[in-house]
């Protein structure tokens, strides 16, 4: 009998959000026996969409042929974030009625997240972006809601829009940009120098 694992898991493997695993399957389904179940998992009170760990290979392999791409999906732009790296957003929910609620997270796509909102709250505006790890998504949370803020309901929070941005500037100010890498040391098994020598 195949092992399985959740939409989720197979969005952490790959890095990404599990909606762009979801979008992903439909494409994927649509050339391919994909077979989603819907079953109950250990340690969750509700079921979760799984797939085998052939099919969860499946998702993989897409997502790795299409990394940097930019496909068309219902007439919207769904990118695949490239290196690993996607947003992280701030997005004011209501602002004309309520404008300290906002929406913080990570995504792969501005465009297709800011319209996901704007079908429950059409004047959903992006506040301000950040390109970020999905490594970092926890971190930059943790950091941009460390204080003057409350928590509304899961990623959504009422506070000084500005101070938020702030400690967005402020946390993704310390990380690396997408363009820097880390030398290599000269001592390394995989400088040229030592790969000759082998």
């Known amino acids: 009998m195949p092992d399985y694992l959740t939409l989720d898991q197979v969005a952490e493997k790959i890095g990404v959000e599990v909606t762009s695993v979801r979008r992903a399957v439909r494409r ?20 979760a969409l799984c797939v085998s760990d052939a099919h969860a290979n499946l998702i993989i392999a897409y997502f790795e042929s299409k990394r940097g791409e930019t496909t068309l999906l219902n007439g919207s732009a769904d990118v695949f974030a490239s290196g690993g790296f996607g947003y ?34 059409p004047t959903a505006r992006l506040v301000k972006s950040w390109k970020c790890k999905r490594a970092w998504d926890r971190a930059a949370m943790d950091s941009i809601t460390k204080s003057d803020c409350t928590l509304v309901l899961n990623e959504v929070y ?36 030592n790969s000759n020598a082998v």
Do not use: C, W
Not at 35 to 47: D, F, T, Y
Not at 173 to 183: D, F, I, K, L, N
């Open 158 to 193: 009422e506070g000084d829009v500005e101070k938020f941005v702030q400690r967005g500037d402020e946390f993704f100010a310390r990380m690396p940009s997408e363009s820097q890498t880390v030398p290599l040391s000269p001592n390394s098994p995989l400088s040229e120098e």
């Open 88 to 121: 992280f957003y701030v997005i004011q929910l209501v602002p004309e009625a309520l404008p300290t609620r906002v929406k913080i997270g990570y995504t792969d796509s501005l465009e297709v997240r800011l319209k996901e909102h704007q079908t429950s709250a």
């Open 28 to 47: 994927i389904q649509s050339e391919s026996d994909l077979e989603i179940l819907k079953g109950m998992v250990p340690g969750r009170a509700r079921s």
